[in-house]
């Protein structure tokens, strides 16, 4: 299984509207990209104070690496994407993408 871990630091003009329609575009990937077993998303709640701006985030497990692979190109994907990146401080530069191999 793959855990597919993304942390948005959104802009300074985003509105909290504008991140949850972003974040509800990443959640609708469940069921129409094939190999997506989940979504959990969220705003950060940790204590630590270490957050750097990332405020919101996602994981999403895929089957497996191949299903990963065929998610990346896939343009449900890259719609979702560009609307995460649109909310982003400095775009794709507010985004970090980490994926675990579970």
Do not use: C, Q, W
């Not at 077993?37 to 985030?57: C, F, I, K, Q, W």
């Not at 890259?78 to 401080?89: D, F, I, P």
């Amino acid at each position: 299984m793959i855990r597919h871990v993304v942390l948005l630091r959104p802009s300074a003009a985003a509105s909290t509207a504008d991140i949850e329609a972003a974040l509800s575009g990443v959640a609708a990937l469940k069921g129409a990209v094939e190999g997506i077993l989940d979504v959990r998303m969220g705003a950060n709640a940790s204590p630590e104070g270490l957050g750097r701006g990332y405020t919101h985030g996602f994981v999403m497990d895929f089957a497996n690496a191949a299903a990963r692979d065929a998610y990346l190109p896939h343009p449900r994907h890259k719609e979702a994407g560009a609307a995460l990146v649109a909310v982003a401080e400095g775009g794709i530069d507010g985004i970090l993408v980490f994926d675990l191999d579970l």
